[in-house]
């Protein structure tokens, strides 16, 4: 189900819901198209994928989208057949890349397929997995492959049902071939309704590092964020250990940011502390020293690191995704909006330049005043890797 909002007062009470920090799920609002009440995002599969964990409402472009967007900090406004999933808590309208706005560009499909993604995303980070509703039960069953680009893998059920684990719910940004693998046998939660199988687990605590690896082991590592002295460094998703530049070169004019890169895979030193935790050191690992298994992410998975297999940063298929676009501020029809295109254009036109058009126009029939034609169209340049932090999330999961 989705709430339609139709008037001011129902614009109101969408924006106060959206400033709550107190809101418990994200909301998810879809644009009509100008001039029609018709969404083209699929607001039916919004709300069959995500209903179960955000409130989804349609507006229609126009004087309410205005109003909304009069009521909300600048670039969060939805309009033109677009939609845009609002995160949760007090940073909700922090970081407008957490929150981006989905224009279909004659691909509704893929704008509905981004706004699940972004939903589910933001109701993972608020935990809503880790409560588990009546009708999540656990289920084992068998990895048969992968679909959608990775971003889900398929499980046959050992009671003879399907479900599907999905990218956005399990360690996110880790793509779902570092963690399963056909074949593989799983165990998890899963969401009777949507067919959603979660198969996360509990991060490993510091004596199951311990024994796994022992005192000087050398084993790999993620690089989750680089600072000009200082790393974050991760063993397992959602199992992160900060080091020091002291920890990685022992040159004191050396910056971190300058030897490590966010996404990297590294080697790395366990060192076992005295009080009972576990550090890691990269200054003394030498090339030729033989390197422990990393830990698998998922039960019964492959190791969730591999050498010379870094996590690139995610790079938005459509680089103008969220270039504003303007509103229309009349409901002018087509023929209306050239007849009056036509007469700014006369407008700025001398009156010399007229006379010399049609002196031209009678001493040659054959003459017509020239016509713009057809450029090659808007070619994307090249993009290039960003160095945006990767979004891990630290805290502890609860086991399915």
């Known amino acids: 189900m989705y709430t339609r909002v139709e008037s001011s007062t129902a614009v109101q009470k969408l924006a106060i819901g959206l400033h709550d920090s107190a809101r418990d799920r994200p909301w998810v609002v879809v644009s009509s198209p100008f001039g029609t009440a018709a969404p083209e995002i699929g607001i039916d599969q919004l709300s069959t994928q995500i209903g179960d964990v955000a409130q989804v409402f349609l507006i229609q472009t126009g004087e309410l989208t205005r109003q909304l967007g009069d009521l909300l900090p600048p670039q969060f406004q939805v309009y033109g057949s677009a939609g845009r999933s609002y995160p949760i808590g007090p940073g909700a309208f922090a970081d407008l890349s957490r929150s981006r706005l989905r224009f ?9 397929d981004q706004l699940v993604t972004d939903a589910l995303a933001h109701a993972h980070q608020a935990g809503l997995f880790a409560l588990a509703p009546a009708s999540v039960i656990t289920v084992t069953g068998t990895v048969k492959g992968f679909l959608l680009r990775g ?79 200082r790393a974050v460094l991760a063993l397992h998703p959602h199992l992160s250990i900060t080091i020091t530049r002291a920890d990685i070169s022992p040159n004191p004019l050396d910056k971190v940011d300058a030897l490590l890169s966010e996404g990297d895979v590294v080697a790395a030193r366990v060192i076992h502390l005295p009080s009972g935790a576990v550090h890691l050191c990269l200054s ?14 998922v039960r019964n998975g492959p190791p969730w690191l591999r050498e010379n297999r870094p996590l690139l940063p995610i790079v938005e298929e459509d680089e103008h995704a969220d270039e504003p676009v303007l509103e229309p501020a009349s409901a002018q029809s087509p023929v209306e909006y050239a007849r009056a295109h036509a007469a700014s254009v006369l407008a700025e036109t001398s009156q010399a330049e007229l006379v010399a058009l049609a002196a031209m126009a009678h001493l040659d029939e054959s003459f017509r005043p020239p016509r713009p034609s057809p450029g090659p169209g808007r070619s994307h340049a090249a993009r290039h890797p960003t160095a945006a932090a990767i979004p891990f999330r630290v805290a502890p999961t609860p086991a399915p």
């Open 284 to 297: 003394d690992v030498d090339d030729d020293e033989p390197v422990l298994p990393p830990l698998a992410a």
């Open 151 to 229: 971003s889900r893998a398929l499980v046959e059920l050992d009671d003879g049902g399907m479900a599907t684990v999905w990218q956005e719910l399990t360690y996110p940004p880790v793509p779902l071939d570092w963690t399963l693998v056909p074949g593989q046998r799983v165990q998890g939660a899963l969401d009777v309704p949507t067919h959603r199988l979660n198969v996360e687990v509990k991060p490993p605590t510091n004596a199951a590092i311990a024994t796994r690896f022992p005192n000087g082991g050398i084993t790999l590592a993620l690089v989750q964020k680089v600072s000009a002295q």
């Open 104 to 112: 279909t560009h004659g691909d509704p499909q893929h704008a509905t």
